[in-house]
């Protein structure tokens, strides 16, 4: 994870407080540092997305024997904080990396209690606690731990250092007002970009460090965006196209100025233009492939879509290492395809898109897309045939070693499966199976309630809803979660 503490500029820190040690805190300064040698060894011979138990416990288990061990000392010997907060940081990073989301949280909450005179490692500690809470689902403890961040490090008096730390957290407030606008508060994550706006006028009014500027630049454009305010956001984007003219800075700015004319005044022909002279100024550049996308989709929107295909095509064959960009062009093809009742083309553009990159998720929806066409079509034993197809490319997701975040995905996918299949007492029973399955995701929970209501509303059993709704008010004891559990569970034996 970015913001590691680097390993070298740790052991020099160790190495410099030895010499002002005494015998007896040399020693055991000594020790601490050899463990965390080989905690870090352990970690490093953990392959990546290794699922085995063993090994990361073992590896887990190191980093926590130091903390444990050398934590009440951490004050009295020079040098000792350091290594006990990094290896309080690096067992987090480690938790994060196997999927373990909860004690991930958990321990970078700790990191930060640890921190209090490393400053770097206490802010890296409080936004990745923030971070992989949003990641597993808890937008309410991702909000307030994004706004005590924002508290401590993003303040009047704070934010100019804080920025040196490292630049993504000046995107705290946009963070927040996405949050904030997830569980349906617009008001407060109006606020936010307002705040942020705000900070970065601040920091831009007095800064004198040009690469702050620039950053603080760009994160300005970022929040007037996100406001809608596309006059301030063009205006600034010109700005910067008149101080940025390197070959890094100028298809970004050209990029962000053709979507404030496309999104913002409603210009298509005008981004299309804009677009276009990215792709032909800078072929290499990382805006290359989204930028031709945009002059597809804008073809696309205006049903020219012959032209819109033969710029889909010209990404499959002259950019085949973007993969993004090649599968949102290959579903795009898809798309035209079925729209122009060209199902045989567009079958086959969906199944190459889920067999060759079978993780993304355009792959685990254009098998749905084969079968909704043949239910729409009344064909009821190919649809049926091409959900068991679907079904068994999930299982085969799950089968596999993937990143978490995969698995859950295919998991999500096959309960949908089950739904749209009608087989509501199987996508129920799948649905209460995946919280212990994975217990550090902890947006699962909330399946007791759609199984519950499952339950109570397509399958007519109230005692199986009730059964299921006791299950999760007794697992998530005093938790938002099990009141609102408890409500239902009242409301259907009032029903009774």
């Not at 991702?142 to 961040?149: G, P, V």
């Not at 040196?164 to 963070?175: A, E, S």
């Not at 927040?176 to 970009?193: K, V």
Request: proline share 2%; charged share 30%.
């Amino acid at each position: 994870m970015n913001g590691k503490i680097n390993i070298c500029i740790v052991i020099l820190m160790v190495f410099l407080a030895i010499s002002a040690c005494s015998s007896g805190e040399k020693s055991t300064l000594y020790r601490a540092e050899k463990e965390l040698f080989e905690a870090r060894k352990l970690n490093r011979e953990l392959k990546p997305g290794s699922t085995s138990n063993e090994f990361i416990e073992k590896a887990v288990g190191s980093y926590r024997s130091i903390v444990d061990r050398y934590s009440s000392g951490a004050g009295s010997v020079e040098g000792m904080e350091m290594i006990v907060v990094s290896a309080q940081i690096e067992l987090a990073e480690l938790e994060f990396r196997a999927g373990d989301l909860e004690n991930s949280i958990a321990d970078f909450q700790k990191a930060y209690l640890l921190a209090d005179n490393i400053p770097e490692a206490k802010a890296n500690a409080l936004w990745s606690a923030a971070f992989i809470s949003e990641q597993n689902g808890d937008a309410s403890e991702a909000i307030r731990l994004f706004e005590k961040f924002s508290e401590e490090y993003l303040g009047r008096n704070t934010i100019e250092k804080t920025s040196r730390m490292n630049t993504r957290y000046l995107l705290v407030p946009v963070r927040l007002s996405n949050l904030y606008n997830f569980l349906g508060r617009q008001e407060e994550g109006s606020a936010a970009l307002g705040k942020g706006e705000q900070s970065y006028r601040a920091i831009l009014s007095k800064a004198k460090d040009p690469v702050l500027v620039r950053e603080t630049q760009y994160n300005l454009v970022t929040v007037l965006l996100e406001q809608k305010k596309w006059g301030d956001a063009l205006a600034l984007v010109r700005e910067m196209e008149n101080l940025y003219r390197n070959e890094k800075d100028r298809p970004a700015l050209m990029f962000l100025e053709a979507k404030i004319e496309m999104e913002g005044f409603d210009r298509q022909e005008k981004a299309s233009a804009i677009f276009t002279s990215i792709v032909d100024e800078f072929p290499d550049a990382q805006e290359t492939v989204p930028a031709l996308l945009m002059i597809a989709g804008i073809h696309q929107g205006s049903g020219r879509y012959k032209e819109a295909e033969e710029v889909y095509n010209r990404i499959i064959r002259d950019h085949k290492s973007s993969g993004s960009g090649v599968v949102e062009a290959t579903w795009q093809l898809a798309n035209i395809s079925e729209i122009q009742g060209r199902w045989i083309d567009a079958s086959l553009h969906f199944k190459s898109i889920y067999t060759s990159f079978p993780t993304t998720l355009q792959g685990m929806e254009s098998p749905l897309r084969i079968a909704a066409h043949f239910e729409d079509n009344g064909e009821k034993d190919a649809a049926d045939n091409a959900y068991e197809r679907a079904l068994e490319h999930y299982e085969t997701l799950l089968s596999r070693e993937n990143p978490l975040g995969i698995r859950i995905m295919a998991e999500e996918y096959a309960v949908r499966i089950l739904s749209l299949q009608k087989k509501w007492k199987e996508a129920a029973e799948r649905l209460t199976t995946l919280p212990d399955k994975y217990p550090e995701y902890g947006r699962f929970a909330q399946n007791y309630l759609t199984a519950a209501s499952i339950y109570e509303k397509e399958l007519g059993d109230r005692e199986k809803a009730i059964e299921t709704l006791q299950a999760c008010v007794e697992r998530y004891e005093g938790s938002d979660l099990a009141v609102e559990a408890q409500r239902h569970l009242e409301r259907i034996r009032e029903e009774q």
